[in-house]
C-alpha cells in the first residue's frame, strides 16, 4: 500500500510521491509552527451533525473563533499523473507464503458523468464475496482467500485497482486471471442479473450513510470534498436504477484500460519471479503495440 500510489501516480506526483523514516524525523517543531500558522478561518468550514440548532452552534463555538484570523493558502491541483513506464514492479520479501498484488491505472475523479456507471461496474468486478474475480480466484481456482476492484478517490484524481493477497505459488496464474477478468470487462456485457445485483446492493446500503450522526457528518463533509451538492443523495436511487447494461459497457470501454496498466506484486522473488517473466512479456507488448490486455 505505501509502494502502490508511487508505481500508479509517478513518484514525483504530490499524490504518489513515498514518504520515508527521514522524511518524518527531519519535521522539527519549528516546522510544525510554521504549518499551523498558514491555517486561516476564512475558507475552512465547520460540519456538526447531532442534535443542535445552527443558534446553538454559533453560540458555542463563535466565540472561540474570533481571533482566528486569515485564509489558508489553497494549492493549485496537481498535474495529470505519470505512472511509471509499463513494467510488472516487483518487491522481494524472503520467505513470504502469499503474494500481493496490485493491477490498475489513474482514474476518472469522483465528479464523472458516468461515476455510477463506473461504480456498478467495479462492483460486478469485484466490490463483494459475489464479484467476478474474488469468484474466479477464491471460489473457483484457490488461489486466495479473496479477491477485489474498486475506483478510488483523492481531490483532484482518481485510481481504479484490482487486488489480491494470493498463495506465493499461484502468484503468476493469479496475475494472469486478474488481466483476463478486466479484458472480459472491456470486451463483453456485463448480464442483467449482475447488474440487479449491485444495483440493489447500492441502493440498500444507501441507509447507512445517514445513519448515525459520525457517519452523518462523514457523508456530507465527503460531498463537500469534492465539490458535490449536499442533495447529491436525493436523487442517487434513480441514477443508479437507471443505468443499463449499455451505459455500463460504454464505461467500462472509457474508464477501464486494456494497455498502460501499472503492475505492483510483493512476495519471494526466489519463488515468484520466474514464473512472472511470461506474464510481464505479455503485458509489456501489449502496451509496446498498444494492443488491448
Not at 490498475?104 to 469485484?126: C, F, K, Q, S
Not at 442479473?193 to 440498500?204: F, G, H, S, T, V
Not at 505492483?264 to 515468484?272: P, Q, S, W
Amino acid at each position: 500500500r505505501r509502494l502502490w500510489p508511487s508505481v500508479v501516480m509517478g513518484p514525483e506526483h504530490p499524490y504518489g510521491r513515498l514518504t520515508t523514516e527521514r522524511d518524518y524525523t527531519s519535521i522539527s517543531q519549528k516546522d510544525c509552527k510554521r504549518f499551523a500558522s498558514g491555517l486561516g478561518l476564512e475558507n475552512a468550514t465547520l460540519f456538526v451533525a447531532g442534535a443542535m440548532t445552527k443558534q446553538q452552534v454559533v453560540d458555542s463555538v463563535g466565540s472561540r473563533l474570533a481571533d482566528w484570523k486569515g485564509a489558508t493558502a489553497v494549492p493549485e491541483p496537481p498535474v495529470a499523473p505519470t505512472p511509471r513506464k509499463a513494467a510488472v514492479y516487483f518487491s522481494d520479501v524472503p520467505g513470504a507464503k502469499q503474494s500481493q498484488l496490485y493491477v490498475g491505472h489513474p482514474g476518472p475523479m469522483r465528479t464523472a458523468e458516468d461515476y455510477e456507471a463506473n461504480r456498478l461496474n467495479a462492483a460486478i468486478l469485484g466490490g463483494s464475496f459475489s464479484g467476478r474475480v474474488n469468484m474466479n480466484l477464491r471460489e473457483d481456482k484457490g488461489f486466495a482467500y479473496g479477491a477485489r476492484a474498486r475506483f478510488s478517490y483523492y481531490k483532484h484524481a482518481g485510481v481504479f485497482a484490482m487486488t489480491s493477497s494470493v498463495r506465493g505459488d499461484a502468484t503468476a496464474d493469479a496475475l494472469g486471471e486478474l488481466l483476463s477478468e478486466l479484458r472480459r470487462m472491456r470486451t463483453e456485457p456485463v448480464s442483467a442479473e449482475e447488474l440487479a445485483r449491485e444495483q440493489d446492493a447500492a441502493i440498500a446500503s444507501l441507509p447507512a450513510l445517514f445513519d448515525t450522526s459520525r457517519q452523518l457528518l462523514s457523508t456530507y463533509a465527503s460531498l463537500s470534498f469534492y465539490g458535490l451538492p449536499l442533495d447529491y443523495y436525493a436523487g442517487f436511487v434513480g441514477r443508479i436504477s437507471d443505468q443499463g447494461v449499455a451505459d455500463l459497457r460504454t464505461a467500462a470501454r472509457k474508464n477501464l484500460n486494456g494497455t498502460n496498466l501499472s503492475i505492483l506484486v510483493v512476495g519471494d522473488g526466489e519463488a515468484v519471479l520466474p514464473s512472472l517473466q511470461a506474464v510481464s512479456y505479455t503485458h509489456l507488448r501489449a502496451h509496446e503495440t498498444g494492443r488491448n490486455l
